[in-house]
């Protein structure tokens, strides 16, 4: 992982999201992109609004976009004395989802902070996000991350095509790990098309690439959402990575009981593929 976006939600003393992504760009070596997205005027201006209330939005956003656009210099010294070296700031206008759609296709870790007090950074948009992104994305929990150490990583395995995904996507976080722990949940039904013999070995594909992790059963999948995060806490993990679950195409910002689960109640990093 070479280049990491973070979707900053402020830029006055830098947030959580853009310490963790910040320290974690250290931690490999990579460079990293702060991004801060402010809603356009046409979409924060009220229906039936009068011409002075409309100029007053207008200069508001001019205003927004002028003190986002300085923080470009700040950021980049901030990250050098980081100890990230290669780092750079960019502004967007628009819908949150569809800027960082456009960003991210020119990096390889998205980093996302889940906060409860803003509206649009509440569990459904980032699902949303999640699912429409296309990218690996650590969420970073409300509570403060005091140490981003990747030692101990914790791995949800269902077996799914989502689960598959986000163990190769993880590969480069997984072999800077001291001790990497699956979580095996029962096995998810889906219908297949095609049968493989022999079916795919987890454990062999993680030897393959270095990896020598061990294994523990899940007591149930009825609550999994609830056993991976105890289990978690039990390993007392830096990282959480799993696949990111979406019930159907057609309401693709619903994710599936475990995904939603971790994302709305997780204290810890975790990563999502979908």
Request: glycine share 6%; aromatic share 8%; hydrophobic share 45%.
């Amino acid at each position: 992982m070479y280049d990491i976006l973070i979707n900053t939600l402020g830029f006055d003393g830098w947030p959580r999201g853009a310490r963790y992504g910040v320290q974690l760009a250290r931690l490999l070596q990579a460079s990293v992109t702060g991004a801060y997205v402010y809603p356009s005027p046409l979409y924060a201006t009220p229906s039936f609004s009068t011409p002075e209330l409309i100029e007053a939005v207008l200069e508001t956003c001019q205003e927004l976009e002028t003190e986002a656009l300085a923080a470009d210099e700040p950021f980049v010294r901030w990250a050098k004395s980081m100890g990230v070296d290669r780092a750079a700031w960019v502004v967007g206008q628009g819908g949150l989802e569809a800027a960082l759609t456009q960003v991210a296709c020119w990096h390889d870790l998205v980093v996302l902070e889940r906060d409860p007090e803003r509206t649009w950074a509440m569990p459904t948009d980032l699902a949303a996000l999640i699912l429409a992104l296309g990218l690996p994305c650590i969420v970073v929990p409300p509570e403060p991350v005091r140490e981003v150490s990747l030692s101990r990583v914790a791995v949800a395995w269902n077996g799914t095509p989502e689960a598959v995904r986000a163990v190769h996507a993880a590969l480069p976080l997984l072999q800077r790990a001291d001790e990497v722990l699956l979580l095996r949940g029962l096995p998810r039904e889906t219908f297949q098309e095609v049968d493989w013999k022999p079916p795919f070995d987890l454990d062999a594909y993680l030897q393959r690439h270095g990896i020598h992790a061990r294994s523990q059963a899940l007591a149930t999948d009825l609550d999994a959402g609830p056993a991976l995060l105890e289990q978690a806490a039990r390993f007392h993990a830096d990282l959480l990575v799993m696949g990111a679950y979406g019930r159907s195409r057609f309401s693709e910002w619903i994710l599936g009981g475990a995904t939603r689960h971790v994302l709305w109640n997780a204290r810890l990093p975790v990563l999502f593929r979908h």
